[in-house]
């Protein structure tokens, strides 16, 4: 099943998604910050409440916004992928190396990254795999870590490098409002049998910067979770990012960074495609 936030006739609504058809379930609260799907995700009812036979309307009638509104935390895992340590020459991390994404950089899969003028003149690209938790999760194995899942999605995980490596540390750079596109959907784990083998790829104004596979990942889905476990717990709804293959604009020689106009694609096999404009402002 694909699960969607969707904008539709002034109302946001959690909905599934057939084919060029969504089906709006349940209406979100915004004014108390909700997030329908964190919500059906975590009362383990969200297949069941979203097959409900409803009046499907097109896709193309409807505005979809980042699935996830208000996970309880973004971790993403840097220098996650073999070919990406080629390309940096860094050293290989002998465990994953995490990072964390709070939710006010969440925006939806076709909206305009915003990026004040003055802030940023390195202005780079990530396309990941971001990993959906589906269950309470503390202290679990990596053989039975597989279970915890609840569905995959598609992030961007977008990065100001000169504000992240001139702090000493990430957090400002990787934290620009708008800095983490995700969806455009959640595919329900059931329709992701191996997750270690999606091609997955990323295009600046329609040219082709990353292309690899999450084959590369040097610490997979299971290794990830279960070592995230052992240090704090994982609830329903928090989004696993796990790292970006080679192509980043970091890594190219030249150097290519994002400016006012661009427009970043991200897509992961089966998942789905982000289509995000760059615009700066002021």
Request: include cysteine; charged fraction near 20%.
């Amino acid at each position: 099943m694909k699960i969607a936030r969707v904008r539709y006739e002034g109302r946001v609504l959690a909905a599934r998604v057939e084919g060029g058809t969504v089906f709006p379930v349940v209406a979100e609260d915004e004014r108390h910050m909700s997030d329908a799907v964190r919500d059906l995700i975590a009362d383990g009812r969200a297949e069941e409440v979203l097959s409900a036979d409803v009046p499907g309307v097109p896709l193309a009638d409807v505005e979809l916004l980042s699935p996830l509104a208000a996970p309880q935390k973004i971790v993403c895992i840097g220098l996650n992928y073999a070919d990406h340590i080629r390309e940096t020459g860094l050293q290989t991390p002998e465990v994953p190396l995490a990072f964390v994404k709070t939710a006010h950089c969440l925006t939806g899969p076709q909206a305009t990254v915003r990026v004040p003028r003055g802030t940023t003149e390195q202005l780079d690209w990530e396309a990941e795999l971001a990993v959906v938790i589906g269950r309470t999760a503390r202290e679990v194995s990596a053989e039975n870590a597989m279970s915890y899942v609840f569905g995959y999605t598609v992030a961007n995980d977008v990065s100001a490098r000169d504000a992240q490596f001139s702090d000493g540390q990430w957090f400002r750079g990787k934290n620009f409002d708008g800095f983490c596109p995700l969806g455009p959907w959640i595919a329900t784990a059931s329709d992701v049998p191996d997750p270690q083998g999606l091609a997955i790829c990323a295009r600046v104004n329609g040219r082709t910067v990353q292309n690899s596979s999450t084959k590369e990942m040097i610490f997979g889905v299971a290794e990830t979770i279960a070592y995230l476990s052992r240090y704090m717990t994982l609830y329903p709804g928090d989004v696993i990012a796990t790292g970006t293959p080679h192509g980043v604009g970091m890594g190219r020689d030249p150097q290519l960074w994002l400016s006012d106009g661009d427009v970043v694609e991200v897509e992961v096999e089966g998942l789905g495609v982000l289509h995000n404009p760059i615009h700066v402002t002021g």
